[in-house]
């Protein structure tokens, strides 16, 4: 891990509100794992704190993000145009562990599928993949990983089954439950926690990636926590004990 | 090269630059990048006579020059740290100041009681920016005589040299200084964040309130370290917006013995050794030999 300079090579809006950088570093990250993220900001460029993001993908020094416009610092970044330097910390926080024995199911909601998508491809089609967002615009987003054959809601039933994402997963439980499966998901706060409802009587194992206002990133500040079910440490800082985290110790 | 190595209570420091309270984590999480052994001395994680939980989120809120934070002061408790962490420093060879707090007169006392002596101990630093309970939630550094019950109390009960570190939300912090160090305090560290809050304009409303820190506080920190380091005797910490050499230098000439770094790390994590570097740079293009000749240059004679 360390701290390095990079430049944009470049930066596409992907969908209304939605876009991908691309970064080439100036140095190696090292070993990146599926979950993991980085800091980033533009030197001077009126922005205070670094913000996070998911590593989407990290190949021959070239760092991708995928990222929703969500406020300042985002939107900033969403202006920047070809050679902007750029400065990025990472990787950090705790990757999806795999477990050979288990069939894995990833579950992403809107942009938590730039979350997962890392993961998806290390499995290379060994995972079902379900996905939700509002209506076919996002739909777009999938588009790395349309060859494994995800299945898609939209809340407009615009394309694919109309609904959420975990109503179309509930149609698929019954197939699922059975075949020693584990969820790996990362979406919207709500999502989360109807697939905690849904899989909690079936025992089926979960790891989510959690998203949280950050400061430093790396646990220095202890401003990015979650509250946990441990009893005497209930906030685990989300930057240094996650981003991922087993969604059975996770207080939703 | 000039040399930066400072004095505290006797015992030699590297560097006169160390972390604020709360802004390096337990020391061990800047591993990856650099070693606490690069501080002059590292400042712990407030402690407190129990663990403590701290705040729900959100905990902290970026402004345009600086941040609000309002992490509750969560920590493993004074115990734990001492089993958990402090080998790490004897390995390191890192000298610590070990910062703690408390809700009442009692727990002030049972935490500094707690703290024996120990050789990686340089000092404790006791943050009086923490609400008094019983006195209806004011907090413990913002009257001079509650300054001065606190800190006496404190110093009754404990032979490491304590700095007080105060709050800059106070009618005349140069009269809070006075009234820690006539009880005895041994040192000052100036300031800590300021009362504030975050604003949502989207949502409009106020996600949280909380400690300012970052850039915006450095002129008002400036200032406390001038003012105070002139008004009483023993050494100042200064704290408080410091960003890189420049800001620390001006820290020393305004009078403070030793610096901390805090909200500068998350901006840029290795603030802290290149400030430590740069003011080396600053003793020898200037034609400095030690720190010592330019700590409190700006006082009038």
Not at chain 1, 176 to 196: Q, R
Not at chain 2, 38 to 54: D, E, F, R
Request: hydrophobic share 40%.
């Amino acid at each position: 891990m360390d701290d390095i300079e990079g430049k944009i090579l470049s930066n596409k809006s992907i969908a209304p509100g939605y876009c991908l950088l691309r970064v080439r570093l100036s140095g190696s990250m090292g070993v990146v794992r599926p979950g993991q993220f980085i800091m980033m900001k533009i030197p001077d460029g009126g922005v205070f704190l670094r913000r996070p993001f998911s590593i989407y993908d990290y190949q021959k020094g070239v760092l991708t993000i995928m990222y929703k416009v969500v406020g300042k610092g985002t939107e900033q970044l969403s202006k920047a145009i070809k050679d902007t330097p750029v400065l990025t910390l990472g990787p950090l926080g705790k990757w999806f562990v795999l477990d050979k024995r288990r069939v894995p199911v990833v579950v992403a909601g809107g942009i938590g599928f730039a979350g997962v998508y890392a993961l998806i491809k290390k499995l290379h089609g060994k995972a079902s993949i379900f996905f939700g967002c509002s209506t076919k615009d996002e739909v777009v987003l999938l588009k790395d990983a349309m060859p494994f054959h995800p299945l898609i809601a939209t809340l407009d039933g615009s394309y694919g089954f109309r609904g959420n994402v975990i109503q179309l997963l509930k149609k698929h439980l019954n197939g699922l439950k059975d075949k020693n499966v584990e969820v790996f998901t990362c979406g919207p706060d709500n999502m989360v926690k109807s697939l905690k409802g849904l899989i909690e009587p079936h025992g089926i194992p979960c790891q989510v990636l959690l998203e949280e206002r950050m400061a430093c990133g790396m646990g220095l500040c202890f401003g990015c926590v979650k509250k946990t079910t441990d009893v005497q440490e209930p906030y685990k800082r989300v930057c240094k004990e996650g981003p991922v985290f087993d969604l059975w110790e996770i207080s939703l | 090269m000039g040399n930066i190595s400072v004095k505290l209570f006797g015992k030699g420091l590297r560097n006169p630059v160390f972390n604020a309270s709360g802004t390096l984590g337990y020391g061990v999480e800047i591993e990856p990048l650099w070693g606490v052994e690069t501080l002059g001395a590292y400042v712990t994680k407030g402690l407190s006579i129990k663990p403590h939980h701290g705040n729900p989120t959100p905990r902290v809120w970026e402004e345009r020059h600086g941040m609000i934070n309002s992490i509750g002061l969560q920590n493993v408790g004074v115990d734990r740290f001492f089993d958990e962490y402090l080998p790490f420093f004897k390995k390191k060879k890192t000298p610590i100041i070990v910062n703690f707090f408390g809700f009442t007169e009692d727990e002030y006392i049972a935490c500094a009681e707690k703290i024996k002596p120990d050789r990686s101990i340089v000092a404790l630093e006791m943050n009086l920016s923490c609400p008094n309970i019983k006195a209806g939630g004011i907090s413990f550094g913002k009257e001079p005589g509650m300054v001065f019950d606190i800190v006496k109390k404190v110093k009754a009960v404990t032979t490491i040299p304590l700095f007080a570190k105060l709050t800059p939300e106070v009618k005349n912090i140069v009269d809070i200084a006075k009234a820690a160090c006539d009880a005895g305090a041994d040192g000052l560290t100036l300031i800590n964040t300021m009362p504030a809050a975050g604003f949502d304009a989207k949502k409009r409303n106020i996600p949280l309130k909380g400690g300012l820190s970052g850039p915006v506080l450095k002129p008002i920190a400036l200032r406390a370290v001038y003012e105070c380091s002139k008004a009483v005797p023993v050494p100042v910490i200064g704290a408080g917006g410091i960003m890189d050499a420049t800001d620390a230098v001006s820290f020393f000439m305004a009078g403070a013995r030793a610096i901390q770094v805090g909200t500068a790390t998350f901006v840029d994590p290795y603030a802290i050794p290149k400030i430590i570097k740069g003011i080396a740079d600053f003793l020898d293009v200037n034609g400095y030999k030690k720190i010592d000749d330019i700590i409190g240059i700006t006082h009038e004679k």
